[in-house]
């Protein structure tokens, strides 16, 4: 048996075409039934569901085979012990620094002011910015960032930006973007020694699938 762990919402919808491509198709809809263990029509092939951030962690411990997570989980997982063979190129977005319309980031960086920045995204946001020679005070949050900058809680967050609505309906600003994001497959080392017969053909079927969707430039 293979799982494949999976969350609701963006990444479950985009990773059907690409399961499609491998014969496989989930006989449940996530957003009708409650069950977290979904079957397909390939007996040997099933799908779980768990929380975006909890894909890489199934995945490391073999709760689950494969995975499907967004690159920014991923580096603040670590990455240890999963094997990544492909940039799906679904969930596309990007990781960006934010502030207030009426707040001079420019300035805050160039006289070497502490920033705060509030953040889901420790280890990209502190990599970032060490990388800049910024100083910042990093405040974990797990949810509704964009909150930050207007109650006095941060003076800039860090987050995920794709279409910048989010932004714009509470003020905000993009000034710096941090890296281009996607979703990976992810695949548990030992299952894919172990499991190879059934996991191979999954990744080439998946891996053509993206070159079929590639825009030529
Ligand atoms: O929602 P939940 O707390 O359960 O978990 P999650 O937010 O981690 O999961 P989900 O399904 O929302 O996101 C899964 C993955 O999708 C992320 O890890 C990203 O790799 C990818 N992705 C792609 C996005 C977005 N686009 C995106 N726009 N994840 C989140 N957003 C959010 C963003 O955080 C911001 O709040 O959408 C808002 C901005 O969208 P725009 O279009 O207004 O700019
Ligand atoms: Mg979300």
Not at 44 to 61: I, K, M, Q, S
Not at 89 to 107: E, G, H, N, P, Q
Request: charged share 20%; with cysteine.
């Amino acid at each position: 048996m293979i799982t494949l762990a999976l969350s609701k919402g963006r990444i479950f919808d985009e990773t059907l075409p690409l399961l499609a491509a491998a014969g496989i198709e989930v006989l449940e809809d996530p957003d009708k039934s409650r069950k977290l263990i979904l079957p397909t029509n390939q007996p040997g092939v099933r799908v779980v569901l768990v929380r975006a951030t909890d894909v890489p962690t199934y995945v490391e411990y073999g709760g689950a085979d494969m995975g499907v997570t967004g690159k920014d989980t991923l580096i603040e997982h670590g990455g240890q012990g999963l094997y990544q063979p492909l940039d799906l190129k679904i969930a596309a977005c990007r990781m960006s620094v934010a502030v207030r319309a009426d707040f001079d980031y420019a300035s805050a960086v160039r006289q070497g002011s502490r920033l705060k920045v509030a953040t889901k995204y420790t280890t990209i946001a502190r990599e970032f910015f060490a990388s800049k020679g910024v100083h910042v005070d990093l405040i974990k949050l797990y949810g509704s960032m964009e909150l930050a900058p207007l109650t006095g809680l941060a003076d800039a967050i860090v987050d995920l930006v794709s279409t910048g609505n989010t932004l714009k309906a509470n003020h905000l600003v993009e000034v710096e973007r941090i890296m281009d994001i996607s979703s990976r497959l992810v695949v548990n080392q030992a299952a894919l020694k172990l499991k190879q017969a059934a996991i191979r053909p999954i990744i080439n079927a998946f891996s053509q699938a993206i070159e079929r969707n590639a825009v030529p430039s």
